[in-house]
Every structure is written in C-alpha cells, then in structure tokens.
C-alpha cells in the first residue's frame, strides 16, 4: 500500500541541460545555451556579455490553463448576456482565432505583444470599370460600409444571407456546459467558403495580397510561421556582388545628389511614383543611423541616378561609360537580391528600370520590368483602396497615401507601355478599387515649389508651384481610358464583326470623354492658347502632350482613303482626319513651348513616344495631302519635329530610332509621288505667298530635301480636306489617288522594320 502511494506521489521535473531560449551570443554563434546565470557556459568560454530577451520571444505562449479559464469565463459571460436578453458582442476578426468549446485548438500568440489587428479583406468588385474609380467627378461611391468610425464586423466579412456561405442550426446542439453555440466553428467554417481575399502579414514582413484560393487566409499567423526561409540582403551581400561583377566603383555623395535632382526634377513629376521629401528623409535616415527602410534602397538610388545621368552633360573619368548603364547595371545586380524580400521601394525601382530600357532600346527588358512593377505592386496590395487598412489601424495615414503615389505611377507607366509597344496592359482595371479624388491634391499640405534645375545648377526662371499630386491623378484619370480605346481600335486578334460605323461612333464617344476631361482640368494644370509671356511647367506641358496623342490614337484608324472606310460619309472620315492632325498641329506647338523655355536636352523619356506619334501624322500629311495650305503646314510642324527627336537623342537612344523611321516613310512616300514640282520655302517669313524673294539662296540640306514633294494642281484653292466637295464627288480624297493603297500602319512598319535608312538630315546626291 505504501508503494502504491509512494508511486502516486508527484516527481520532481527533471531539470534539463539547456534551455529553450538561449541568450544572444549562443543565438547568434546557433549553439546551445545552458541558462544559467549572470553568465552562461558559453559566454564566460568567450569572454562576453550574456544577454536574455525573454520579452521578445515570440515561442513563448501563456499557459493552457489560463487559456482553458479564459475560455470558460467567455462562454459564462455569452449565456447571461443571451438569458438578460442582450446582444452578444460581434465575434472577433478572422485573423484572431478564439478558442473552441471543447479546448482542441489553443491559441499560439505570445501574451508579451498584443494581438494584430484586423486585416479587412477586399469588396469584390465584378462590375467595376475604370470609368468607376477614376470618373469625371473624381469620387465613386462604392458599398462598402468602411467609413470613418464604422466597426469592422464579420457581418461585413460574410454576410448571413450570402448562399456560398453555410448556415449551421444550432438549435439542436448537445452542448451541456451552456446553452450559447460557440462561435469558433462557424468562424472556421466562414474562412473556408469564403471568397475574398485580403492583406496578409507574410514570412518577410511585410503586407502582401492574398485571395482566397491560396488557403493562407486560414489561420495565417504571417512572420511566426514556421516555414521560415533564408532571405538575402542588398545590404550584406550587395558590396561583393557589384565588385564581382566590375561596378563596384565608390560613388561620391554629391555625384549622386545632383543625378537625383535631375530625376526628380525632370523624370520624376510626369509620371509620380516616389514623393522626394519621403524619399530624402529616408535616405539621411537609412545612411546615418543604418536604419531599413521600405521606401528607399541603393537598388531605386542607382535607377535614379541612371536616369538622371541620361540629364547631364557633365563627366566622371573614374566611373565607366556610359554613365546610364553604369547605374542601371548596378540597380539591376542588386535588385536581383532585394527580389527575395521585395518593399514599396523594389516596385518603385521596377518601374524606373522599365523606363530606362526604354530609352536605350531595350524594349524586351523594359516590357519585363514594367509588368513586375505591376506583378508585385499586386503582390503587395497595392491595387486595392488603402482607407480600410488605415481605419483598421493595419498601416499609417502616411503609408496610405505613398501606396496610392506607387500604384498612380504603376498604373500610368503600364497604360503608357501599352501605347508605346501597342500590347495589351498588365492587370485589367475591374481588379482596381483604388480611388483618387482632386480633394486628396491639397490636404491641408504646405505648397510645394518647383525650380529648374541642370548642371550649371541655376536658371533664370521664376519658382513655380508646383502641381505633382494633382497631376498624378489626373494622370490616372486621362490614362484610365486608355484601355478601351487600345481594345476597341486596335485589337490583337477579331474580337467580332465590328464595322467602320460602329468604330467611329465610339471614337466620338471617347473624344467627348477626352474633352470632358480637358475641360475639367483645374487652373494649375490648363494651357490656354500657350501665351508665349506665360510660364508653364514642364510636367504640364507634357500631359497635354499625352491628351493629344490620345486624341491622334483615337482618330488615326480613319486617317485613310475613302474606299478603305466603307459606310462613312466624307464629311464623316473629314471630321475623323481634321481631329487628328489638329491634335498634331497642337503638339507640336507645345513642343516649341516646352523647347522655347527649357530646351529638349531634359524631359521625361515617355515623350519621345508623343512626338513620334505626331510626327507620323505630319509627315503623312505633308505627303499625301492635296490642299497646299495643309501640306505646308504640315512641312512646318514636320520639321518642328523631327527637330525635336533629333535633340531628343542625345539623351535617349529611342528618339533617334524613331527619326530614322520617320526618314524612311517619307522616303517612302516621296518615292511614290507622281510629280517633283517644287514648293515655295515654308520657313521663310519674310516671303509673301505667290512672290519671289529678292535674294536667292541655296537651301540647306534638310530643305532641299523637304522641298521635294507633290501637289496636286486639281486642288488648288481647297482649305480644308473636303468640306467644299459633295460625297458624290469622285475627286473628293485627302491623299493622291497614288496613295490609296498606302496606310500609316503600313508605312510605319515597313518603316519600323528596315532601319538602314538616311539619317537626318539626309545628304544631297
């Protein structure tokens, strides 16, 4: 007996040789930490200081006694409330899991942190459209119940009434400890039939999207999970790749801050996605006090300062050459290391990298570079609206308003890739529910002041203020109908019997669109008759530049001959073909606007594009068009052009292969010509129409050339494209017959293709 009772006696836990949580230099060293204290074995065989955290051990949980009372005094408290005839509270967020009744499934957070907060998820969207979120109006109101000091229940998750989400009879529960269902199975039960997705805390840290068919919405406890993986750092490893690789040359602190002013003064404001005072104040941080920050990293210095190098005249013998690569190359090295743990910042630095291979003709890297930029912007949410996060208290008001900055310019940049290469976008916009509105321009935010700045560090131009945020969402806006008018106009494949009618019916709808928004534009943002005593910013004057070559692009399917546009009147296709040049007219006025006040030698790489859509349309014109007044215009506006890509190339490398297509078409199309009789000088001032000059001179050899096209002799006296003509009249067209068969897709590339053409300005035989 006494046996019995002596084996029934509790024993002493045995103690054991190490402990669960070692000190930092046994953590450190990875070997095993025997506790004991002040000093463990292992410190005092090295000679240092032993140091426990025990307060930031994220493996120590509370006791499952405590749990199991906690528990309990929960569900007591459910059946007064339900027996006293009070509603019982909302059940607790998805992402903080209560304990069952029965005690299966024990919590794993520690009780040193407070839990997380809720993680809202996204409202699905299915019918949302671009002309939604970014509309005239500026607002869309959505129904969503996320308004300031709405609580975020799980009615709101999923809802009662929805059918994919099972209804569970508890009527007949043989609960005996209360009478009050407990909510945990049901809440499991919700989380496994749901269809939304939402922001996730992952491995690495940071918020990333996932939906609700990758199953880590399930009680996903995001960094304690336990498949932990070994992420690289630009940081540690970043120094021995650059110098593996040749690039790891030490860069001067003030090389890098003037090819950073230049970016932002420059590259930066046309297309927004870094804000500079975020940007220098993370920079100081990070370099003095060796701080990590998600929104900078050497990866987006390196890309500015690539783009920036592309901006100054200036050299450095002790870098390689060419400067631009120099960077890009380093920014690319190290992005390959970032891209384990990827930031805001990484996004940022894809969509500048996409940018510069652009502008050195590397358009299959750049085509790459900006669909990462809008993978992983997807990738971290930042395609969703931010405001129920902040509400949530899940990211600052600052975060919120950077997430919108970096998806403004994601979202611009990808629209702007589309037009350039003529492909399809990266991510369609009924997956966006981020929403800009002109009241976010101005939040009560000191003005902020732009100033020219190049490498002689001073211009004599007045300090102007400077308009960047509302630029950037009426970026957003203009590019947001850039979609259907790619989809609808030029189609990657036959998407249905759609006639020319049809076409031009929607061409019109989407110009009054356009001109909605031209019309809505606020004060700092319009361009009035471009008064040549009026100072506008460069930035400005470049989204006009994209108004216009959306308007041309919209249009320039009905630049042809009549025969090719069957069931359109003449005044129709005459209507069509006047939009379209008079935007080109118009551009290459603000290019003389821009040249006349800053020169060409600086200006956002995505221009090269604008004008070469323009120059297109003027040097069909010039060509092919049988009103004389037109084609001298369009020789006038032809050489404002092609003026302008030629200075465009000393910077970017685009802009001289777009020159040298334009010389092939109009070889092309002067080639065709039927006659050689020579026009009067276009640029001569001075003279009067019909009138000899008084002194002959020889002509350069840009107008020698340029001298050398067709007119028409049945056209004289036409002012227009036709409107003095009836539609019976078998003479009515805007070109020579001779160029019936003849498109400007055709001759564009043909063009594009067979590059050894004549450089500008060609030489005489």
């Given at each position: ?8 006696d ?27 204290t002040?000093r463990?074995?292992n ?33 007591q ?10 509603d019982i ?9 209560s ?23 996204v ?9 939604e979120?970014?509309g ?21 998750f999923?809802?009662?009434s929805?059918?994919?989400v ?6 007949n ?47 996903h406890?995001g ?27 030490f ?15 420059w590259?930066?404001p046309s297309?927004h ?7 220098w ?6 370099k ?12 987006l210095?390196?890309a500015m ?13 002790h ?11 380093r ?16 996004v ?11 502008l ?6 750049g085509w ?40 403004s ?42 100033s020219?700045?190049d ?6 131009l007045?300090r102007m ?29 036959m ?9 031009y ?5 989407m ?5 909605g ?41 009905f ?13 129709e296709i ?7 040049t ?5 551009l290459?006025r ?6 006349r006040?800053?020169?060409l ?21 010039a ?37 040298e ?15 050689n009789?020579?026009?009067q ?10 009138t ?9 050899n840009?107008?020698s ?11 004289q ?29 055709t001759?564009f590339?043909?063009g ?6 004549p450089?500008?300005?060609?030489q005489?035989?």
């Amino acid at each position: 007996m006494s046996s019995q009772t002596s084996s029934s006696d509790p024993q002493p836990k045995r103690q054991g040789k190490h402990v669960t949580t070692a000190c930092l230099g046994c953590r450190k060293r990875k070997i095993k930490c025997d506790g004991i204290t002040p000093r463990c074995s292992n410190c005092v065989l090295y000679g240092q200081e032993c140091v426990f955290q025990h307060g930031v051990d994220k493996r120590k949980i509370a006791p499952k006694e405590r749990l199991q009372a906690l528990t309990s005094y929960c569900q007591q408290l459910e059946s007064l409330l339900i027996a006293n005839g009070i509603d019982i509270p909302p059940p607790p967020p998805l992402h903080v899991q209560s304990v069952s009744a029965d005690n299966q499934a024990v919590s794993s957070w520690p009780v040193e942190t407070p839990l997380p907060q809720s993680f809202p998820p996204v409202t699905p969207q299915p019918d949302f459209g671009i002309s939604e979120w970014h509309g005239e109006s500026g607002h869309h109101v959505r129904n969503a119940p996320f308004v300031a000091g709405n609580h975020l229940d799980d009615g709101y998750f999923y809802s009662e009434s929805s059918p994919d989400v099972p209804h569970i009879d508890s009527s007949n529960s043989d609960l005996k400890t209360t009478t009050v269902p407990t909510h945990s199975e049901d809440l499991l039960l919700d989380q496994l039939s749901g269809r939304m997705g939402s922001l996730q805390i992952a491995e690495d840290g940071q918020l990333r999207f996932y939906g609700a068919t990758s199953n880590l919405h399930i009680l996903h406890n995001g960094p304690l999970s336990l498949s932990r993986s070994k992420f690289r750092s630009p940081s540690e490893q970043g120094a021995d790749l650059l110098s593996g690789a040749g690039v790891g040359h030490f860069v001067d602190q003030s090389i890098e801050d003037h090819l950073l002013r230049l970016y932002f003064t420059w590259e930066e404001p046309s297309i927004h996605v870094v804000d500079e005072s975020i940007f220098w104040r993370e920079r100081m941080n990070c370099k003095a006090a060796g701080q990590v920050s998600m929104l900078y990293s050497e990866v987006l210095t390196n890309a500015m300062c690539s783009v920036g190098a592309t901006l100054t005249s200036r050299t450095y013998p002790h870098l390689p050459d060419p400067l631009s690569d120099f960077f890009a190359t380093r920014s690319k090295l190290l992005l390959e290391l970032e891209m384990d743990a990827p930031t805001l910042s990484t996004v940022q630095s894809l969509v500048i990298l996409s940018a510069v291979e652009a502008l050195l003709t590397r358009d299959a890297r750049g085509w790459l570079d900006s669909g990462m930029a809008v993978r992983l912007a997807v990738d971290l949410g930042l395609h969703l609206d931010p405001e129920p996060y902040v509400q949530a208290g899940l990211i600052s008001c600052e975060e919120g308003m950077i997430r919108k900055i970096i998806w403004s310019g994601v979202f611009v940049h990808d629209r702007m890739w589309s037009l350039y290469v003529g492909r399809p976008v990266a991510l369609d916009d009924k997956h966006i529910t981020v929403q800009f509105s002109a009241e976010e321009a101005n939040p009560g935010r000191v003005p902020r002041y732009w100033s020219p700045y190049d490498d002689s560090e001073a211009i004599d131009l007045p300090r102007m203020v400077d308009s960047i945020d509302e630029l950037g969402i009426w970026n957003v806006k203009l590019c947001g109908h850039m979609t259907a008018i790619r989809e609808t106009l030029y189609p990657d494949g036959m998407t249905g019997p759609t006639n020319a009618r049809q076409l031009y019916q929607f061409a019109n709808q989407m110009r009054d669109k356009l001109l909605g928004w031209q019309r809505s534009l606020p004060p700092s943002l319009a361009v009035n008759n471009l008064d040549k005593k009026a100072f506008y910013l460069p930035h400005v004057l470049q989204l006009h530049m994209q108004y216009h070559t959306i308007m041309i692009i919209t249009f320039r399917p009905f630049f042809a001959s009549v025969k090719t546009l069957p069931g359109l009147t003449t005044g129709e296709i005459t209507t069509g073909r006047n939009h379209c040049t008079n935007s080109a007219n118009f551009l290459a006025r603000l290019i003389q606007t821009y040249r006349r006040q800053y020169s060409l030698r600086r200006i956002n790489v995505q221009a090269v594009h604008l004008v070469f859509t323009a120059t297109l349309i003027h040097v069909f014109t010039a060509c092919a068009a049988t009103d004389p007044i037109r084609s001298n215009s369009a020789w006038k506006n032809l050489e404002i052009c092609c003026q302008a890509l030629s200075e465009l190339g000393l910077a970017f490398k685009s802009a001289s292969r777009a020159l040298e297509v334009i010389m092939g078409i109009k070889s092309d199309l002067l080639r065709r010509s039927k006659s050689n009789i020579k026009r009067q000088n276009p640029w001569s001032d001075a003279q009067e129409a019909g009138t000899a000059p008084s002194k002959k001179r020889r002509p350069t050899n840009a107008e020698s050339d340029l001298l050398q096209t067709h007119q028409s002799p049945q056209s004289q006296g036409s002012s227009d494209f036709g409107f003095n003509l009836s539609e019976a009249d078998p003479a009515f067209n805007f070109f020579d017959t001779s160029y019936d068969d003849f498109s400007l897709e055709t001759l564009f590339w043909s063009g594009y293709t067979n590059l050894e053409l004549p450089h500008f300005p060609p030489q005489e035989p």
